[in-house]
């Protein structure tokens, strides 16, 4: 399934960079991950559902487990071929607005990538448990 190597893909990632941060702040460790979010191609050929499924399943016993997975669809600038316009398709409709031929040139638009992630650190988590507890 394509779903499930892109999400394990992330999750490598997403799980790399919280170790690295670890690593570099060992007194601020980030125990969790809130959200992830990710840019997705327009004509990636995935479905939004089946990658948050997927990720819900890939993510269980990890940092990442019940973090929110976010996706932003991001346009796609194409030019058409037959009148030179230039625009941004922010739908999968490729015709050209100008003058409504069908022939549009783009590169790009395929790939899944990691924007931001958003953690619980460890100070937050502290605070957090004394804040419920006093
Ligand atoms: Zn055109």
């Known amino acids: 399934m394509h779903e499930a190597s892109l999400v394990q893909e992330l999750l490598r990632i997403a799980l790399g960079a919280v170790d690295t941060h670890n690593a570099d702040n060992p007194a601020n460790r980030a125990v969790r991950i809130q959200e992830i979010v990710c840019d ?26 019940g973090a929110t997975l976010t996706l932003n669809t991001v346009p796609l ?8 316009h230039t625009f941004s398709l922010t739908q999968r ?11 549009l040139h783009f ?24 804040g419920r507890t006093q």
């Open 107 to 130: 590169s790009g638009g395929h790939g899944l990538s990691l924007t931001s992630l958003r953690v619980e650190e460890e100070k937050d988590h502290a605070r957090t448990h004394s």
């Open 93 to 103: 409709s490729f015709v050209c607005r100008r003058c409504g031929a069908g022939e």
């Open 77 to 84: 600038d194409c030019e058409c071929t037959a009148c030179g």
């Open 40 to 65: 997705i191609g327009l004509i990636a050929s995935v479905e939004p559902q089946t990658l948050t499924g997927c990720f819900e399943l890939f993510a269980e016993g990890t940092l990442a487990e």
